[in-house]
């Protein structure tokens, strides 16, 4: 049975220091001992399925990768179950076992506590390594994918630090700096005028830094790095954690009040957000005036939930007819 151990260990992270220095600055590999302290096993899996079921889509996010007729990928979304149907999270878990399914289990400070204070360890231990480190607004969340699952090119708002716990993956990330997002891009995503889906050049494509991760292994990568997962032919479960420090904060309130000018009062504004703390500061003070007299009403996602995870269906996915389609709004 998969659980938390009470024991505790001296170290969480197992890397050099002069290595954990890299953080912000380009992507840090390196070991942890998580599994020392927890088992992710099917056990342990099922019954967190089965308590983000129970607690609601808002809680989770199952998609899949479809295919239009172009060949374009599309990420779909649907639901673990329809409302007031039963979940048995071991039929789950071998449905996303057998096929694509990507499942994030959210909100860990409430559906799996233990996960969420073992991932504030590591951060604290960051903390005491690091000088200068420091982190707040840490929000946890549990990736739980079948072999060929796969995660297209995207862009995080936060930075990220990443765990693996079962499986191998392997991370693409591209260096901003040599592989540029375009500021309006950016800006439309803190806008949430689109998704964190980005498009990447098709030059691009054998070009971004490779990280394989095998369980006991981790990566962080700074904020808006881009990045695609790939699922290297087995079951993968990692803890993925995100946060902000002053400097990120900067970096968001930036574009934030460039996307406000842009769109609100037509002004040209270059497709070059200022570098360092005093550039970044002098944008960032309209945005946070913005945000603090709501000059800016963030438009309300809506998403349509396509299919139901069903082992009896094919694939392990039940179809909705357009019709009765859930629409969710985050």
């Known amino acids: 049975m998969g659980q938390i151990a009470s024991k505790e260990i001296e170290e969480l992270i197992r890397c050099e220091t002069d290595v954990l220095n890299g953080i912000h600055k380009v992507p840090v590999v390196f070991k ?7 088992t992710p096993d099917d056990d342990w899996l099922a019954d967190i399925i089965a308590r983000a079921a129970k607690a609601g889509p808002m809680h989770y996010n199952l998609s899949l990768i479809e295919r239009d007729e172009q060949g374009k990928e599309r990420w779909v979304q649907g ?47 960051i903390k005491r390594k690091v000088k200068g480190f420091t982190y707040f607004n840490l929000y946890s969340n549990l990736l ?39 500021d ?21 494509e054998n070009q971004g830094m490779e990280v394989v991760l095998a369980p006991g292994r981790g990566v962080n990568f700074p904020l ?15 803890l993925q954690t995100e946060f902000h420090y002053p400097a990120s904060m900067r970096r968001y309130y930036a574009l934030y009040a460039q996307g406000l000018a842009r769109r609100r009062l037509g002004m040209k504004v270059a497709n070059d957000l200022p570098q360092g703390s005093i550039g970044e500061s002098l944008r960032a003070v309209p945005g946070l005036l913005a945000k603090a ?21 094919e694939g392990g ?8 389609r859930p629409i969710l709004s985050k």
């Not at 950016?186 to 498009?199: F, K, V, W």
């Not at 007299?293 to 269906?313: G, I, Q, Y």
């Not at 996915?317 to 009765?324: A, K, M, S, T």
């Open 32 to 38: 942890h001992n998580m599994l020392d302290v927890i």
């Open 79 to 125: 639901l673990l179950a329809r409302e007031g149907e039963s979940v048995d999270g071991y039929a789950v878990l071998a449905q996303i076992k057998a096929g694509r399914l990507w499942l994030q289990v959210e909100h860990l400070a409430e559906l799996a506590p233990e996960m969420a204070a073992l991932a504030r360890a590591a951060y604290d231990e």
């Open 144 to 182: 739980i994918s079948g072999p060929n699952a796969r995660v297209t090119p995207h862009i995080d708002v936060a930075e990220v630090f990443l765990f693996h716990l079962r499986g191998h993956k392997r991370m693409t990330l591209w260096d901003p700096s040599r592989f540029p997002i375009p």
């Open 184 to 204: 309006t891009a950016r800006e439309s995503i803190i806008l949430r005028e689109q998704l964190e889906d980005i498009h990447i050049k098709p030059e691009w």
């Open 224 to 238: 808006m790095w881009p990045h695609a997962v790939d699922n290297l032919g087995d079951f993968n479960v990692s």
């Open 293 to 313: 007299l709501r000059l800016h009403s963030p438009k309300t996602r809506k998403v349509a939930l396509e299919f139901v995870a069903d082992a009896s269906a």
């Open 317 to 324: 996915v039940r179809w909705l007819p357009e019709g009765q």
